[in-house]
């Protein structure tokens, strides 16, 4: 799996997206204004950054399976 270029881009954004997630777990708990400026833009980032991530997993998986 190291070998294939794709599945360490899959994986890549696969941590991109948990990272954005985390941030923004962590920017609802820290709260104040500093949650009411940032956590639903992050959120958002998330949601768009996962709809790629899966985009590109089902894109990973079609291409395994010899695109057909």
């Excluded at 991109?16 to 609802?28: K, N, P, R």
């Amino acid at each position: 799996m190291l070998s294939d270029p794709f599945a360490i881009i899959v994986t890549i954004s696969v941590l991109v997206v948990l990272v954005i997630l985390m941030a923004g777990i962590g920017t609802f708990g820290k709260g104040g204004g500093f949650a009411l400026k940032h956590s639903n833009r992050l959120m958002r980032y998330r949601v768009g950054a996962q709809a790629f991530a899966v985009l590109l997993i089902v894109l990973f998986a079609w291409l395994r399976s010899g695109g057909n």
